[in-house]
């Protein structure tokens, strides 16, 4: 399965703290998807990273790929209260038809404490 | 401005009765999709759609239908609801070619279903 896992399962931090959370995966990828939830809502997109990429950033959050050890890693940087959600990493598994459609880890969920 | 919504936001019903969810986007994404996920889980892919007239199941087994008559429209129903499928139904499109292999989602608010 091309399911990413987010590490660590929970994490809980103070407002200004960085954070850092994982994601591993089993098979070659085409891309890697970030994506953030807040409780009882859909979510949303925060950054895509391809295969020849290493690092990409997006405001405070920075995003690593490493293909050779099949993981990425999502820094959010000075954290704060509104950050508090679950973060999902999405890895993109080719369908019939020719499309790539990610799937989802169980996600990290963070919790910054004012 | 272009979305994706669902509706309803929440819906609670009897065991045996037939549901449609809602889910359109204003955003002319030729791709959408279904998720489910419970609470704390992660997504799994239900349905997706390529196009008008397209659907196909997706990784986790579902007693639901799809239907991809309009571009825009791409309603989930349950003909006979259980308890078993209470969960959170997450509604997706995306848009770029198929072989670019790597366009964002944008997501619904999702619909929170119990069957009691």
């Known amino acids: 399965s091309q399911q990413g896992e987010e590490d660590p399962q929970a994490l809980s931090i103070q407002e200004g703290e960085n954070a850092t959370m994982n994601c591993s995966y089993k098979t070659s990828i085409n891309n890697l998807q970030w994506y953030r939830q807040n409780s009882g809502r859909g979510l949303v997109h925060l950054i895509l990273?391809?295969?020849?990429?290493r690092e990409k950033h997006s405001g405070r959050l920075r995003v690593t790929l490493d293909t050779s050890k099949k993981s990425s890693s999502l820094l959010i940087t000075a954290s704060r209260a509104a950050d508090t959600a679950s973060y999902f990493c999405a890895t993109g598994g080719k369908r019939s038809g020719g499309s790539y459609i990610p799937t989802f880890g169980r996600g990290t969920s963070l919790i910054v404490h004012p | 401005e272009a979305d994706i919504y669902q509706t309803p936001r929440y819906l609670v019903i009897g065991t045996g009765k037939k549901i449609t969810l809602e889910c359109s986007q204003t955003?002319?994404?030729?791709?959408m999709y279904w998720y489910q996920q419970d609470p704390g889980m992660e997504l799994h892919l239900i349905h997706y759609?390529?196009?008008?007239?397209?659907?196909e199941k997706g990784d986790l087994s579902s007693e639901s239908t799809v239907s991809r008559i309009r571009t825009e429209h791409f309603p989930l129903t349950l003909e006979s609801a259980r308890p078993s499928h209470t969960s959170q139904y997450l509604c997706a499109s995306s848009g770029l070619g198929r072989l670019t292999g790597g366009e964002g989602y944008t997501f619904g608010s999702g619909t929170r279903l119990t069957v009691v």
């Open positions: 955003m002319g994404h030729d791709k």
């Open positions: 759609s390529y196009g008008v007239n397209s659907t």
């Open positions: 990273i391809r295969s020849n990429e």
